[in-house]
């Protein structure tokens, strides 16, 4: 059986990228992880306080990514009956989301890896990147990319 990793955040793309993955997922008998990265440096300078409260900080950060990103997305597919019978499983960490969505690809042995567009201005994509283009670097895996 096939799996596919979507990856997701607050964006519309991320709605697109989940319908698209689950009806061919339905059809196809795929399996799907909905993977979403909270961003965060591994360049930052911690001091000492902040050592002492992170692993709580992310602990929360990552329930509160659940409730409000993955629960919420999960129940507007099932509402649009786009779900079916399909096993989801989530997988939520902290990183920079390029990287980490090809890294857990790689662990979890995914075979692709979509994302939606977001459609930032082109400006922004121009000096910074976009997600996916950066995925589509690191990735080992084929990554589509929903417009």
Known sequence: MESVLVGVDRSDGSRRALAFALKRAQVNKWSITIGHVINWSRYSFPIGEDNEVRPVQRRAEIEAARAEIIEPLVSWAEAENLRGD?????????????????????????????V????????????????????AQHATVPVVVVP
Not at 116 to 135: E, W
């Open 116 to 135: 939606g567009r977001k459609g930032d201005s082109d400006l922004r994509v121009a000096i910074f990147g976009s997600t996916a283009n950066r995925l």
């Open 86 to 114: 399909v096993e989801i499983t989530v997988d939520i960490r902290h990183g920079r989301p390029s990287e980490v969505l090809a890294t857990i690809a790689d662990e979890r042995g995914h075979d692709v890896i979509v």
